[in-house]
């Protein structure tokens, strides 16, 4: 009976080996299966990774492609252009520096006399344009469109509205009106080459006094319509006060530090660009 006993015992010992040892592989498989499936996800990862990178890379090529065209087709045209104007042909022969065509009172009629001072110039869209929005407000655009009612129909008009600028004193603002867009703000881009003037800066507060120019050295008021604009000098690391349109021409000029106060429609954006172009020309006719 004890035989038995101990026969039994060992084959239900036995039993419950092999059910372990059937789990333990069970076991293994599915951690095998795991780690295989986690290699592949790695894989793929790796593979999209590698993949984004190449069409990052292929955007960041094809942009310096288009940038190098671009300076290559300036550079043509300069290089083709013909001056039609007495003042251009001064340019050409050097006879004349951009202080002193400001300072002599030159008008400037051809956008390439710019380009040929300054080449690096920034440019810069004003959003001008918009229509109303849903809930109130009003959805800016970069050109204005307007609309003229004729027999034969509606005639349909784009303006746009851009500044030009080096950040370093010399600032202009210019209007163009086409039928598309990109030849609107082609003409206002061109037309602010033409109404470039200096921009006086200095530092007028009278709590920074580091006599850098940051900011501008005095008040200066303009007005164009009912809008009236006050532009007040500040001490270094105020920043910009003004709207995020407005701060494009102030950037584009070389403020660093300034407060405005306006009056007036300041909603039409025309007026309200126009009376700080006005503050900032009035700098120049203050004698210190």
């Not at 307007?146 to 080096?166: E, F, P, Q, Y």
């Amino acid at each position: 009976m004890q035989k038995n006993k101990e026969e039994g015992e060992s084959k239900i010992v036995r039993g419950e080996s092999s059910e372990t040892k059937k789990k333990s592989k069970e076991k293994k498989k599915e951690q095998e299966l795991e780690t295989s499936e986690n290699q592949e996800e790695e894989k793929i990862e790796e593979r999209v990774g590698e993949n984004q990178e190449k069409v990052e890379e292929a955007k960041i090529e094809e942009k310096k492609e288009f940038k190098k065209i671009e300076k290559q087709k300036k550079i043509s045209e300069e290089e083709s252009w013909v001056p039609k104007t007495k003042l251009g042909n001064l340019v050409v022969e050097k006879k004349l520096t951009l202080e002193d065509i400001f300072k002599f009172g030159y008008k400037i009629k051809e956008s390439e006399i710019v380009d040929s001072f300054i080449p690096d110039l920034e440019e810069e869209v004003i959003y001008i344009g918009g229509s109303p929005g849903k809930g109130g407000g009003i959805q800016r655009r970069a050109a204005r469109r307007t609309v003229r009612i004729h027999k034969s129909g509606r005639r349909i008009n784009l303006s746009a509205m851009a500044v030009v600028g080096n950040k370093n004193g010399y600032l202009g603002i210019g209007f163009g009106r086409a039928l598309t867009n990109k030849e609107a703000i082609k003409k206002a881009m061109r037309n602010a080459r033409i109404n470039l003037f200096p921009v006086r800066r200095g530092c007028g507060s009278a709590e920074c006094k580091c006599g850098e120019e940051h900011s501008i050295p005095f008040v200066t008021v303009g007005k164009t319509g009912s809008v009236l604009i006050k532009l007040m000098p500040t001490p270094k690391g105020v920043g910009l006060c003004a709207p995020n349109e407005i701060k494009k021409i102030f950037r584009l000029a070389g403020i660093r530090d300034i407060r405005i106060r306006s009056r007036g429609q300041t909603g039409t954006r025309l007026n309200f660009v126009y009376a700080v172009e006005n503050a900032l020309k009035n700098l120049n006719k203050m004698k210190l």
